[in-house]
T-cell receptor, first 110, second 112 residues
Framework: EDQVTQSPEALRLQEGESSSLNCSYT??????LFWYRQDPGKGPEFLFT???AGEEKEKERLKATLTKKESFLHITAPKPEDSATYLC???????????FGKGMKLTVNP | DADVTQTPRNRITKTGKRIMLECSQT?????MYWYRQDPGLGLRLIYY???????NKGEISDGYSVSRQAQAKFSLSLESAIPNQTALYFC???????????FGPGTRLTVT
């Protein structure tokens, strides 16, 4: 069965303190790994899609990378407005489903 | 205006009542999805639809039904609500390629 595990479950950083969030997955025939951001009381907001090992994508202070078993969301010099829950999801070849991890709550203190 | 809208945004109902949650989208996407989100469990797929005539069960469809009234509209019904259906419900859409999904703002449902 597909498994998506995010770690840590929660992370507190000081403003400017860079870190990485991990998403490990077990799926055959990966057809995409997706990162979303979710603010309290709102729907998930799409950030990135990665399709193959070695691929990287960047958006402002966020950079997502992909290996054959995991993805990292690197946050460089975070600001308080980066505080949110970050969700990882995978899509298996031949399936229309996205399998989501449980999310990682990031808090950035000023 | 938001691309994916959901109504109502909040709803409190009693056990045994029938309730309908509605989703509309202006993205022009063919595919629509219903998820529920519970603390500690993440997002789980309830139903999904590729077009008006194609509806499929997700991993937790028991106790739910759906209706795809048009390309832009996808409704979720709870025929007889029970307390463990208390959750956040999200509608999402994607294009034919089915990769990135775009979510609505959610409906917070409480069943007492």
């Amino acid at each position: 069965e597909d498994q998506v595990t995010q770690s840590p479950e929660a992370l507190r950083l000081q403003e400017g303190e860079s870190s990485s969030l991990n998403c490990s997955y077990t799926v055959s025939g990966l057809r995409g790994l997706f990162w979303y951001r979710q603010d309290p009381g709102k729907g998930p907001e799409f950030l990135f899609t990665l399709y193959s090992a070695g691929e990287e994508k960047e958006k402002e202070r966020l950079k997502a990378t992909l290996t054959k078993k995991e993805s990292f969301l690197h946050i460089t010099a975070p600001k308080p407005e980066d505080s949110a829950t970050y969700l990882c999801a995978v899509r298996q070849g031949g399936s229309e489903k996205l399998v989501f991890g449980k999310g990682m709550k990031l808090t950035v203190n000023p | 205006d938001a691309d994916v809208t959901q109504t109502p945004r909040n709803r409190i109902t009693k056990t045994g009542k029938r309730i309908m949650l509605e989703c509309s989208q202006t993205k022009g996407h063919d595919r629509m999805y219903w998820y529920r989100q519970d603390p500690g469990l993440g997002l789980r797929l309830i139903y999904y639809s590729f077009d008006v005539k194609d509806i499929n069960k997700g991993e937790i469809s028991d106790g739910y039904s759906v209706s795809r009234q048009a390309q832009a509209k996808f409704s979720l019904s709870l025929e007889s609500a029970i307390p463990n259906q208390t959750a956040l419900y999200f509608c999402a859409t994607s294009d034919f390629a089915g990769y990135e999904q775009y979510f609505g703002p959610g409906t917070r449902l409480t069943v007492t």
